[in-house]
């Protein structure tokens, strides 16, 4: 099972920016799509973002374009969401996952494969605050 770890949550004012990183260790991501998700209190998971393996295209949120960034540096095994102009809505736990291999698909914005190929991880913290 692909298994990622991420990190580089944290807190930050409205308008301010994170980097998050997605890691893999013991595999190679190159094979997987890898989508970023988030879940607020109170609320479902949802998908902010995913990038293709085979040709790193990306996909994006309606509430997150022009914000956020997704990349991916299959040297270092690692996928990135660097985050930008954030608000207070975008405060939640962040989570990364393989959704499927080489291609996002369409459904990556609920998981896709993500409970076929590996199980979610601890997450990472973002909270927005004055």
């Known amino acids: 099972q692909v298994q990622l770890v991420e990190s580089g949550g944290g807190l930050v004012q409205p308008g301010g920016s994170l980097r998050l990183s997605c890691a893999a260790s013991g595999f190679t991501l190159d094979y997987y799509a890898i989508g970023w998700f988030r879940q607020a209190p109170g609320k479902e998971r949802e998908g902010v973002s995913c990038?293709?393996?085979?040709?790193?295209?990306?996909v994006y949120a309606d509430s997150v374009k022009g914000r956020f960034t997704i990349s991916r540096d299959n040297a270092k095994n690692t996928v990135y969401l660097q985050m930008n102009s954030l608000k207070p809505e975008d405060t939640g736990v962040y989570y990364c996952?393989?959704?499927?291999?080489?291609?996002?698909?369409?459904?990556?914005?609920?998981?896709?494969?993500?409970?076929?190929?590996?199980?979610w991880g601890q997450g990472t913290q973002v909270t927005i605050s004055p």
């Open positions: 996952a393989a959704v499927d291999t080489w291609y996002c698909g369409t459904g990556w914005r609920t998981g896709g494969r993500q409970a076929e190929l590996g199980s």
């Open positions: 990038i293709n393996s085979s040709d790193s295209r990306t």
